[in-house]
């Protein structure tokens, strides 16, 4: 920087002039006069730095502006042929100074940005420089800092006051450099140089710094920068050179994202890679000299931004935030990354159909993703989610929520009697977490493996079991079917590390023309059944009826047979009494006729004895008249009643006798009972002419 000490040490052989000098600073500090301000030279000052610098001149404390005031009080005073001398030596006083001295003074918050107006060697600057480091005319490049600084005479030097740059919290300034050496034409931005933050302009040039936008930024913080040199870009300033506020905010990285990094200077990426190598030491892009010296390409970055806040220059890096890779519970997620290492096959020798390779190479990766969320660069890898619960796969009009089976429709197939028809078919399968990188490995994603493995295999499996059956045979012998095409589907599954859990037949829509005839075989054979039912009803109603009347008759019946085993008993018991009774008789017979005979021959005997004795009148007289004893036989009646001589009395006689013979008689007696009690009947003899 050009001070006081600089100028005397050039005009050491001027004693007097340096004594001068002494004398005229001695007497503007008595004087309290802050000079420079009327020596200024005008120049081009940015705006942005113009309005800081007015309101820091506002605030400071213009002693002048002091002095001047309390000698127009004074004045007021004072006569004014007095105030002139004072006046004119106070000018003489300020004038002086500034103008032999060369006196300019720096605030605490101002940098100086010296310009030369002349050389005395008449040395100029060299063709394409900007900026003065060897005293030649033009803008210098040391700058005044806060304080006095002597020997810049305003007819030699032109210093523009400047505010100091203040970059606030969360926010970054972005630098142009306005002189240096061209940027190579494989770079965009000019490079990191050791120049304390820009404000060493001289360090800057003489180390090589370059043109132009810069890698390097300033963070938070204050800074004392020639801006004849170097263009500062801040958030007041952003639209004015074409950028945002918001790009020269400190970058924040959201909780749950990821930063993809695109950057935009560095060598290219090299042939047959899709993004830079990751390179260490640049603290996650801060750094971008040190990204670029360690081998750091431009375009997309294998490395990522984990959530936090960041200083990147927007020059240098482009961030994009994307969501972290989820994977659901009850899936893995297969990671096929695009970068990496060189593949090393790590599946062994069994393992012909594909690659798996460790993490970090390029390939699929042998260890797949558990449930969580991960932060991968989705740009340069891609992750592909493995259901490993049961997969429902449905080859008809349903899709499950998976939606695996959107291209799957009934499998038409061809029996061996010739027809075609639909056949619906589900199938259950699991792929197991550690199996599931093979799998992607060997088809690529989950829907391929629908598409070209499941899809063919069981379409072409029931096409050709179904050649082997009538179409009726296959509807009935549906299980066996089923049976069979699950034991060949898990077979053939196993080879691709699918896990077949089983196998299931749908809904089989033969031909409607055939299904019309046994449907109507079917109805007819139903209503024969029903026929056939019917009568068994009818013949087991009638059983019905028939037992039913025989349970009503069955009393009767017991009752019948009960009388006809009594009537039996009793036949047998008449004919056993007959045949008693029969015998009785016969023997009574016997005795009674053996009786009678013995009491013939008695009586015969005894007839013949009384006829012997009295002869047969006799004897007949005799027993006349014992059989009239022994009867009763009355010969005289109890009223007898005449008719002779021509009289009717004695009919009337007759009458009142038998009267009063019934009278004497006992009630209901007959004439046998009355003749037996010895009331012999009433005898009514008619006269002869009334008989």
């Known amino acids: 920087m050009k001070s006081f000490s600089a100028s005397l040490g050039k005009s050491q052989k001027n004693k007097l002039a340096r004594f001068a000098t002494t004398l005229i600073a001695t007497l503007a500090l008595t004087s309290g006069i802050q000079a420079a301000n009327a ?71 101002e940098v ?9 060697s008449g040395k100029g600057l060299p063709a394409g420089q900007l900026i003065a480091l060897n005293n030649e005319a033009g803008l210098q490049a040391d700058t005044l800092a806060p ?60 180390q090589s710094g370059e043109k132009g936008r810069q890698m390097g930024f300033l963070t938070a913080g204050t800074y004392r920068i020639n801006t004849a040199l170097f263009k500062v870009i801040t958030t007041a300033n952003a639209n004015a050179h074409g950028m945002s506020p918001e790009q020269l905010r400190v ?14 200077d560095g060598m290219p990426i090299t042939v047959g890679e899709i993004a830079g190598p990751v390179i260490t030491g640049h603290d996650n892009f801060q750094n971008s000299q040190k990204f670029l010296d360690g081998g750091g390409r431009r375009g997309l970055q294998e ?25 659901p519970i009850g899936y893995v997620g297969v990671v096929i990354s695009f970068v990496g290492k060189a593949q ?129 045979d296959f509807l009935n012998a ?31 829509q033969p031909p409607a023309s055939l299904m019309q005839t046994q449907t109507d075989r079917k109805i007819a054979e139903e209503q024969r059944k029903t026929y056939e039912v019917q009568q068994m009803a009818q013949t087991q109603r009638q059983q019905l009826v028939r037992e039913t009347a025989l349970a009503d008759i069955q009393q009767e019946m017991v009752k019948s047979e009960q009388s006809v085993q009594i009537a039996e008993l009793k036949a047998q018991a008449q004919i056993k009494h007959a045949n008693g009774e029969a015998e009785s008789t016969k023997l009574r017979s016997i005795a009674e006729a053996e009786g009678i005979r013995a009491t013939g021959n008695a009586k015969a005997e005894t007839y013949r004895t009384g006829v012997e004795a009295l002869g047969t009148q006799g004897y007949t007289a005799m027993q006349l008249m014992q059989i009239i004893g022994d009867r009763h036989v009355r010969l005289i009646p109890d009223v007898l009643v005449g008719g002779s001589n021509g009289s009717t009395n004695g009919l009337v006689d007759g009458l009142l006798s038998m009267i009063l013979w019934n009278q004497t008689n006992k009630p209901g007696e007959t004439t046998e009972s009355a003749e037996k009690n010895g009331n012999p009947p009433l005898v009514l003899e008619l006269p002869k002419d009334k008989q």
């Not at 100086?112 to 005395?120: D, L, P, S």
């Not at 490395?303 to 994977?327: R, Y």
């Not at 060949?488 to 080879?495: D, N, P």
């Open 478 to 508: 549906r299980s066996e079917r089923q049976v069979e095409a699950s034991e060949y589907i898990k077979a053939a599954l196993r080879a691709y590390d699918v896990q077949a859990i089983d196998t299931l037949i749908g809904d089989i």
């Open 147 to 206: 304080g006095w600084h002597w020997g810049y005479w305003p007819w030699q030097y032109s210093v523009r006051k400047e505010s100091v740059i203040v970059v606030p919290q969360s926010e970054i300034a972005l630098i142009v450099a306005a002189d240096g050496a061209s940027i190579p034409p494989e770079r965009i931005l000019g490079k990191i140089l050791d120049c304390d933050n820009f404000q060493d302009a001289r360090k800057f040039l003489t």
């Open 251 to 264: 970058y924040t990285v959201a909780s749950d994202k990821v930063g993809v990094v695109t950057t935009l």
């Open 39 to 109: 020596t200024n030279v005008k120049t081009s000052i940015p705006q942005e730095n113009t309005s800081a610098s007015v309101q820091l001149k506002q605030t400071k404390p213009d002693i002048a502006q002091v002095q001047i005031t309390r000698t127009q009080y004074q004045a007021a005073a004072v006569d004014p042929f007095v105030l002139i001398p004072v006046v004119l030596v106070g000018g003489l006083v300020i004038f002086v100074p500034l103008f032999f001295g060369g006196l300019v003074v720096i605030g605490e918050r």
């Open 344 to 472: 090393e096959d790590v599946s062994g020798a069994a393992f012909t159909h594909g690659n798996l390779v460790n993490p970090g190479h390029k390939g699929v990766w042998v260890e797949a993703l558990y449930p969580g969320k991960h932060p991968l660069n989705t740009r340069i890898m891609k992750v592909e989610l493995v259901p490993t619960t049961n997969i429902v796969l449905n080859w008809s009009g349903r899709t499950e929520r998976h939606k695996y089976d959107a291209n799957l429709e009934a499998l038409t197939v061809r029996s061996t009697d010739g027809f075609a028809f639909d056949l619906e078919v589900s199938q259950i399968i699991h792929v197991g977490a550690l199996d599931a990188p093979k799998v992607i490995s060997r088809v690529g994603s989950m829907q391929n493996l629908v598409d070209n493995v499941l899809e063919p295999s069981i379409g072409n499996y029931f096409r050709n079991s179904a050649q082997d059956y009538t179409v009726l």
């Open 303 to 327: 490395q990522i931004l984990l959530s936090g806040s960041w200083n990147l220059n927007p020059w240098f890096v482009n961030v994009e935030q994307v969501p972290m890779t989820e994977i």
């Open 112 to 120: 100086g940005i010296v310009v030369k107006k002349f050389a005395v």
